[in-house]
Nanobody, 130 residues
């Protein structure tokens, strides 16, 4: 069974930075390079929100307007890890952050659609507060 382990979430002050990591493990993890990957976030009581996604080979990516210019997605397929660099963090960025794997094809229209993704990590808590 394919699994994802997210890490890097913690308490940070407004204006600070964090880098989240998402590492694939288990069956199918060796094929991660062929798949589209996304980052989502969720606040209790609210729907899961798409943050960013990246195609296989890092050819294209897409980032939500709410974090554009502050967050950057990247991937290192050799280590089976996807990253989310988060700069200039704001209190409204507080959420549980999840990574997820979609299919092998790039679909810009589905980047922020949770239903498009098949495998999910357990999430890592990011809290932005002074």
């Amino acid at each position: 069974q394919l699994q994802f382990a997210e890490s890097g979430g913690e308490l940070v002050q407004p204006g600070g930075s964090l880098r989240l990591s998402c590492t694939a493990e288990g069956r199918g993890s060796d094929d991660l390079a062929y798949y589209m990957i996304g980052w989502f976030r969720q606040v209790p009581g609210k729907e899961r929100e798409g943050v960013s996604c990246i195609s296989h080979g890092s050819r294209v990516s897409k980032t939500a307007d709410s974090v554009k210019g502050r967050f950057t997605i990247s991937r290192d397929d050799a280590s089976k890890t996807i990253y989310l660099q988060m700069n200039n963090l704001r209190p409204e960025d507080t959420a549980i952050y999840y990574c997820a794997r979609a299919g092998t094809w790039w679909s810009e229209d589905d980047c922020y659609s949770p239903a498009f993704y098949e495998y999910w990590g357990q999430g890592t808590q990011v809290t932005v507060s002074s």
